[in-house]
């Protein structure tokens, strides 16, 4: 600012003397004119106003040339740092400067600051534009890299990735991405899908995943990391797409080994309920009809809960994978009629020796569903022991199975029971949740809700509940006819339709299982 | 695949055809001993690993019960021996797992290829699985 003043009142001073002798001369010489020359002094006035005229006008010339001068210079000075568009220019002689003198050397100082940052800038970027595999920074960064270009296929690959999952970064380079590496992701949120969405959507788009794992091949351990991905479309085409992994291979496969303790404990458990069930079956065989009847339904009783004990262990060894990302649906055309009727039976003997009829209505005609049999089962065996247990003291379980509006197949189970609080229902499909007011009477582990939950949504349906206290609750799910997943199968080019519950789904639909 | 068989009465075993019970747990292999028996099978029981490959080799067997956890050879080995030409040159008998060990998906994905059929232990009684059994081609 100081040199703005400094600059202004050169100006003032300058245009204040010129004037100043201007004014002189004209009036010095009019005065002359008059009184030396005796010319007239309507002459001497004419010829007074002239000369005011013509030194105004070069006055004028002058004084703007002047303070011009430093505007000039800067200019100068923006032209021979960053020509574009335009000759360079040489950088100008401020030492020949009559006004702002101080004020153009410093701002020039300035530019030239500020011109070398940008160039700095510009001079790091065009290195990474140019050729990443001599970058230092690419090459030696401790975190797997991977550079994609606009067809998604692989650019760059720098040396953590070769040692990460084993695989030269040459012969990485110049591959489809989901063909060089197998992506396995928790959700179907995936790279894939993302990625899409980015090309459409946004000029840049950042994102991140967590436990994607990569199946690599020839017997080099699987991969499980965090990735991170970068989409900008202003990248040159080479480099659109970045991505980077955060190895957590070692924390998530103790995750893993965790389930592998699920898994060896389930396995002690059932060896012994393999045994209760086949011994109680024995004696059911010999002593039928030969027993006082008391003692029969008793024996009916140990059967019907040494099976409801091996669907809990079921429960147990799902949850687990559930939580853990591992359970893989394979959904099959499948009859309704058929898994309904032998998933009823199967619950028959546990609904019996507690007094209770399940009737069974299934509408003629449905569609084929798209299922995977074991967890379809764990579904109904959940929801028609949940009936069970809560039925009190009603002796009926109503199920019924029909084709929606929509076209889905609908399944209802009915209890004419103890029903569920209005404010508890928000909760019921919660982990571990039960109803505080059952909790002493009735056993459970408020797993089989979240379960079956979790499970028919996996398989595309919806499960949904209605309940009045005290006068029972039904609970319902739909499922997809399989031609409707089929299309979804042709679409993906794959036979068997794979979901996940939020299971592995296959990150690209080249994917063939 | 557990309880969805139901019991066809229609179906009866063919009197000769053999059963080999590759399963170390004595009780259980007890159990399914009689119950194929009573069915009208010829059951064999065996618990050794090695002794039950030798046996499912000579190929006198029309269906083998496997179970995945046996001494001296794990069930998945026998598996691949029986499926290997060069180490089974032919092999008539139907190969079913029975287990009560949850796998990894891609060893299930792997058994589910070379075996014809597979079955949790647990969610069976011994009469359903001579009805499973009758059902077999």
Redesign the interface.
Known sequence: MDHVQQVRKQIANYLFAVLLIENFIVIGAMWYAQNYLAISPFIVLGAGLAVALISSLLLASTASKLTMQPLKAIWQIILHIAPEGNTPMAPPDTAKLKIGRELVTNLTGQIYQLASVAERVAASTKIENADLSHSFVANNLPLPLIVMDSSETIKFANQAVAEYIGIAASELIGKNVYMALDMSFPNDDTFDTWLKDAKQNNATSIHSWERVRLNVRDNHPTRLFDLAGYYNKDNSDQMETIMVLFDHTKQYSQDDQAISFI??S??EL??P???L???I??FE?ELAGKVDPQLFDFMQKMSATAQQL?SF?NNI?NVARIDDD?L?LQLHEEDWY??LT??V??LSLRAKVRGITLETTIAPNLPAVGVD??SI?EVLNNLIDNAIKYSGTSPIIKIDAHTTTEGLVETTIEDFGLGIATNVLPNLFTKFYRDHRNRAQIGGTGLGLYLAKTMVSAHGGNLWVRSKEDSGSTFGFTLLPYSQLSEEAKKNGDNGIVRGAHG?IKNHSMYRR | ?E????PDQTLTPHPTRKILCIED?H??AE?YD?SLTKAGYDVDVMSDGLKALAAAQTDTYDIILLDL?VPNMTGIEILRALRDPNQTPSLRAKIIITT???QR?DVRTDIEAQADGYL????M???ELADFVNTIE
């Open positions: 898994a060896l389930v396995h059932r060896t309920l393999t045994l069930r086949g011994y079956e024995v065989d091996t262990v060894l591992q893989e058929s898994i032998s998933a039976e199967n049999r074991l089962h592995w | 695949m309880s969805d068989q139901t747990e009780f259980i159990l009689r956890m009560n060990l949850e998906e949790v232990k647990a969610e009684t011994p009469h």
